[in-house]
């Protein structure tokens, strides 16, 4: 799938930095590439000629895959009596990891029409470390490999991490994957470094049997969430996507709220929310949705900035809404050893208010400048809507019912898939065919091939910080720094994961802040949901943040807008964002933890809190207009104060 127009403006992908370059050029192409690889992906049109006739192998890779990840989600003897969870990780890996060097170029300056020789070369040598892993997964168990690997298991180990490594630049960018690299070869050199990072060293051969042969490095807890969750998840939103649940859900939203002044702004909030929380990820829903609202707003008279700043936090907030939210949540689920559901009921909360607070802002934006809503020709009947896509809600439905009822979070989102392909047969024009299993196909290719070499990279990370133990070691000289000081520890976290979240992807950037400040925070009284949660918003934060924020970037060459001041537009208008994780951090409540009277009672605080602030950002109040500085900054520190009010609880 493609999105390709016309703009005044050149957009070219610096891979290198996640971020996108504005280059003047009157009359050039836009090619938007959605880099989350999630549901929906979206597959550029220079990644689908490059593959020209080899993208036999993409849907040779992407089928066998799924159907071998089916068997094993569904515990099928043919594969469970075969195959023991190492084994799947790595088949999975095998299946995946070839891909990328596939459907990426090395360089993204050198677009290729065809795969040169060379990366056919690495997608052979990337198969050869997973395939080790699986024909030796059984005696691996047993063996002391990981402590001392025989040469030929240590060649084979260098190889594979270089591998990874190279996937990672290509796919993710080079920022992240210096970083990676760095903590790779950290137990190297971990007896010689500062006091706060001193550890001890390990030899090559001891990090490389840790990494590649034990389950606690690229085959650890992230890539057996990868295989045995995120996957089902992610499918359920790309078959979503290929049904034509984009449009349905904006012409929900457009019936419910496109009446109302400011209708268009409106539109782009909900149908974002919806469909970010579908795909997970805020990049991909910007280019989705927001090449239809985003043109739409302008029409009715938002400013450029103003438009693309609100589908920016809007699709930000969506990859945290329930109940398909972003990699990073399954990860966190992983990490606390708890089900996936639990995550996302936590989640749920803060998100409604922080969609109560965008919501009162853009409404009074609107009301200040009057905005017109949308004309009754634009808006589509809500009836008509429901009845021809009934089946996307109940699609839904039947996935929230397994998750949350039933308790089968692993099998839910395949229930949910055929439940939906069965009903998309109903209809004429949602019957699948070639061209819709094709495009699904090569976006489930391209959103695996993604995720593949992030969640393996997220498990070196991980295996790092700990082979060297320097996660605790960290944790105990932050707390004694600080002074015991809770307020202190939370802010340092916070401005970590903020500065992480510019050069790497949010899964890592939150294994990294969680794994250090988490258990600091736990030690001072703090629910550990919250405390995880803190560090999992954090990371979605960098992404509407400047001086690096690739979804305001994306939202900002849609619109036409200049990009950094697009960003400081969305601080502007989701400036309760930053409020919102220190007062679920302080009141567990926020996060659906206490007593119900607890939860309503901060929730609603919470809520009025956050539109206040809205009122104070925009200086203006319904039946008053517009306010002076003093009323602004008084209603500002109250709503600050109601954000706040439910510790009291």
């Known amino acids: 799938m493609l999105i390709s127009f016309k703009v005044e403006r050149r957009v070219e992908w610096a891979r290198d930095s996640r971020e996108v370059q504005v280059i003047p050029q009157s009359g050039a192409e836009l090619a938007l590439h959605e880099e989350a690889g999630v549901g929906g992906s979206l597959v550029p ?41 190492t084994a799947f990780m790595a088949f999975l890996l095998g299946m995946f990891l070839p891909l990328v060097f596939l459907m990426f170029p090395v360089s993204n300056k050198r677009q290729q029409n065809r795969i040169p020789w060379y990366d056919w070369v690495l997608a052979g040598l990337s198969l050869v470390g997973p395939a080790f892993i699986f024909v030796n997964a059984v005696p691996l168990v047993v063996s002391v490999w990981q402590l ?21 630049r290509r796919a ?49 807890i992230p890539m057996g969430i990868f295989g045995t969750a995120l996957m089902g998840f992610m499918v359920f939103g790309t078959v979503m996507d290929a049904t034509g649940a984009s449009k349905f859900l904006l012409d929900v939203a457009q019936g419910l709220l496109g009446k109302a002044r400011g209708g268009p702004a409106l539109v782009s909030i909900l149908a974002s929310s919806f469909m970010a929380s579908l795909s997970g990820s805020s990049i991909a829903n910007v280019v989705t949705v927001g090449t239809v609202t985003i043109p739409a707003m302008k029409k009715a008279g938002y400013k450029p900035t103003m438009a693309a700043a609100i589908e920016a936090c809007a699709s930000n907030g969506g990859q945290l809404m329930p109940p398909v939210m972003g990699a990073t949540a399954f990860v966190m689920a992983g990490l606390l050893r708890i089900p996936y559901a639990s995550v996302a009921i936590a989640a749920l909360l803060p998100m409604i208010v922080y969609y109560a607070g965008l919501f009162a802002n853009v409404y009074l934006y609107a009301q200040r400048h009057g905005l017109p809503a949308l004309q009754a020709s634009e808006i589509p009947s809500l009836k008509t809507t429901l ?3 009934w089946y996307y809600l109940s699609a839904v439905a039947v996935l929230v019912y397994l998750m949350f009822w039933i308790k089968v979070e692993t099998w839910a989102p395949y229930y949910a898939i055929l439940f939906l392909v069965l009903c998309s047969f109903i209809r004429r024009e949602t019957r699948p065919n070639m061209r819709t299993l094709h495009d ?18 997220a498990g070196i990370v991980m295996g790092s910080l700990s082979l060297t133990g320097t996660a ?12 015991g000081n809770l307020y202190l520890l939370a802010a340092v976290g916070a401005i970590a994961a903020l500065i992480l979240g510019t050069g790497m992807q949010s899964t890592p950037v939150y294994i990294f802040t969680a794994l250090v400040f988490a258990p ?27 001086p690096v924020c690739t979804t305001s970037f994306v939202a900002a060459v849609i619109a036409g807008s200049p990009p950094m001041r697009t960003g400081f537009k969305s601080c502007a208008i989701s400036v309760f964002m930053y409020v919102l994780p220190f007062a679920f951090l302080l009141n567990p409540a926020l996060v659906a933890h206490g007593t119900l009277t607890a939860i309503v009672g901060s929730v609603l605080a919470a809520t009025v809190g956050a539109v206040l602030i809205a009122v104070a950002m925009e200086g203006y109040m319904l039946r008053i207009g ?6 602004r900054l008084a209603t500002f520190v109250l709503g600050f104060s109601l954000a706040f009010v439910g510790v009291l609880f």
Not at 193 to 215: D, H, N, W
Not at 472 to 483: K, M, P
């Open 45 to 85: 049109e220079h990644m689908v000629k490059r593959l020209g006739q080899a993208k036999w192998v993409v849907f040779a890779a992407t089928w066998i895959a799924l159907t071998v990840t089916v068997l094993y989600v569904f515990r099928t003897s043919i594969i469970v009596d075969n195959i023991i969870e």
């Open 148 to 168: 001392r690997p025989p040469p030929f298991a240590f060649a084979v180990g260098i190889l594979t991490l270089c591998l990874l490594l190279e996937a990672s």
């Open 172 to 220: 993710i960018g080079l920022s992240y994957t210096v970083i990676v690299g760095v903590v790779l070869v950290y137990p190297l050199f971990a007896s010689n470094m500062p006091e706060v990072l001193l550890a001890k060293s390990y030899s090559i051969e001891r990090i490389v049997g840790f990494q590649f042969l034990s389950t606690a490095g690229i085959f650890g």
């Open 387 to 389: 009845k021809n896509g």
């Open 440 to 457: 699904f196909t090569l976006a489930t290719g391209h959103a695996m091939a993604f995720l593949a070499p992030v969640m393996a990279t």
């Open 472 to 483: 605790h070691s960290i944790a105990g000289e932050l707390a004694t720094l600080a002074g």
């Open 520 to 546: 600091t925070l736990e030690g001072q009284g703090i629910y550990p949901v919250a405390a995880h949660l803190f560090f999992l918003y954090w990371g979605m934060i960098g992404l509407v943040t400047p």
């Open 626 to 631: 517009v306010l002076g500085i003093v009323p």
